[in-house]
């Protein structure tokens, strides 16, 4: 990775999360890949450095980092672990919701929560709807000085390790978005059950669970924000969301077009290296033209939102056009490296399989695009 444009901090960052990457995670890249299993004592020594909490108010015991570092360093740590950035991101979303929305009192009670054990869930998607959120079904009514919460949850990050969860939830579900709150409840909430973890094609590292809620009863304090105003809530997050996605997206492309040229240096075929036959020569270059501009979407849309300025289509336009890169760069890789490519021997494999979930989470790469169309017709 290049290191112009960046000042002396992010360097000196940067590099401590990479001895962290290749010292702590590399090792055990690919038992956890094999197994599934969360590994949730590698994640707890990164939580001992704050990893999880860089962008978090320093008032509130965070790093305080600005955006366009968050984005240097997302990509350093996508570079090696995509699921662990992508564990690490996860973290950061339902932080965003309280710290944007959330009382004097629960902001306190996160960090408490946070510096203690320090993994956390958004409760948004549901089996019945993803994309379209204000659709979803789970119900809140009001009981007395309590909420009593109704529903199911799907594909939770974090879920099986948290100790809170934002929980989305409506009212009355002929309102739309008019009628979801959002509420924030720990773990140990009866009511709340962490349902099966799901078994994913790629990005093992990260944790993915349901999410039931029983009866789920919450103090009147537990609300976020203002009622019928939680999706905005959760959705404001969202620009961020995609930069940080789009980061962790650049780091799989820098690390797939490393191994590619590397392979492609060393490998023989009609008696030269493969990297001085034209067909692969092109590959890589547009594989390397991808991962640059990749770089710069992100660093445009960071710098965007550090200046304070609306990035809601640059977020859109970083987050679909990095993943679909990264599954691009990673699939030519795999192509570059033949049949070894395709085996579990080397790493571009994993690449390839990770690359993908990043075209459909934060917003799948269709409704990004429809969000930069909307965007485009107000202009
Ligand atoms: C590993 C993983 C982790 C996740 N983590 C979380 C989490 O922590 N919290 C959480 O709440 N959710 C999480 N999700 C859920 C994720 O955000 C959703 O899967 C995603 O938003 C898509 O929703 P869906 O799966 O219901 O697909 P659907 O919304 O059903 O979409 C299916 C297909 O239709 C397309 N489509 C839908 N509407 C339109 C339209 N109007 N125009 C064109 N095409 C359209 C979509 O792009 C997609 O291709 C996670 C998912 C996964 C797989």
């Not at 969360?38 to 108010?57: C, M, N, Q, S, W």
């Not at 203690?116 to 958004?122: P, R």
């Not at 949850?153 to 709150?181: C, H, P, W, Y």
Request: charged fraction near 25%.
């Amino acid at each position: 990775m290049e290191e112009y444009f960046l000042t002396e901090e992010q360097k000196d960052l940067r590099a401590l999360i990479k001895d962290f990457m290749v010292g702590e995670v590399k090792p055990h890249i690919q038992e956890v890949d094999e197994s599934g299993e969360f590994p949730v004592e590698i994640y707890k020594k990164a939580f001992d450095l704050g990893f999880h909490t860089l962008h978090f108010p320093e008032e509130y015991g965070g790093g305080g980092l600005d955006f366009s570092t968050m984005g240097v360093l997302l990509e350093e740590m996508g570079y090696t672990e995509s699921g662990f950035a992508l564990t690490m991101l996860a973290i950061g979303t339902p932080i965003e919701c309280v710290m944007h929305a959330g009382s004097p009192e629960q902001k306190k009670r996160v960090d408490q929560l946070i510096q203690n054990g320090g993994f956390a869930a958004l409760c948004l998607t549901e089996p019945s709807c993803g994309s379209d959120s204000a659709a979803l079904r789970s119900t809140y009514v009001e009981e007395g000085e309590e909420y009593v919460i109704n529903g199911a949850k799907t594909f939770v990050t974090n879920a099986q390790e948290s100790e809170f969860f934002v929980v989305l939830a409506t009212k009355d579900k002929s309102l739309r978005s008019k009628g979801i709150s959002a509420f924030m409840v720990e773990k140990g909430t009866p009511g709340l059950i962490v349902g099966k973890h799901e078994n994913k094609m790629g990005l093992r590292w990260s944790n993915t669970c349901d999410v039931v809620l029983e009866d789920c009863r919450v103090p009147k304090s537990a609300l976020i924000g203002e009622e019928g105003k939680g999706l905005r809530t959760a959705l404001g997050a969202l620009d961020p969301g995609r930069l940080y996605n789009a980061a962790i997206s650049t780091g799989i492309c820098q690390a797939a077009l490393d191994e590619a040229v590397a392979y492609a240096k060393v490998r023989t075929s009609f008696g030269k290296p493969i990297i001085e036959h034209q067909m692969i020569q092109a590959k890589l270059a547009d594989m390397a033209m991808r991962t640059e501009a990749s770089r710069q979407l992100v660093r445009l849309g960071m710098a965007k939102l550090d200046a304070g300025l609306p990035a809601t289509k640059e977020a859109s336009m970083a987050k679909a056009y990095c993943s679909d890169s990264a599954v691009y760069v990673a699939t030519e890789a795999v192509q570059v490296l033949g049949g070894y490519g395709f085996s579990k021997e080397y790493p571009v494999e994993k690449l390839m399989r990770d690359s993908k979930i990043f075209q459909i989470f934060e917003g799948t790469n269709e409704i990004q695009r429809m969000v930069i169309a909307r965007e485009l017709a107000k202009a």
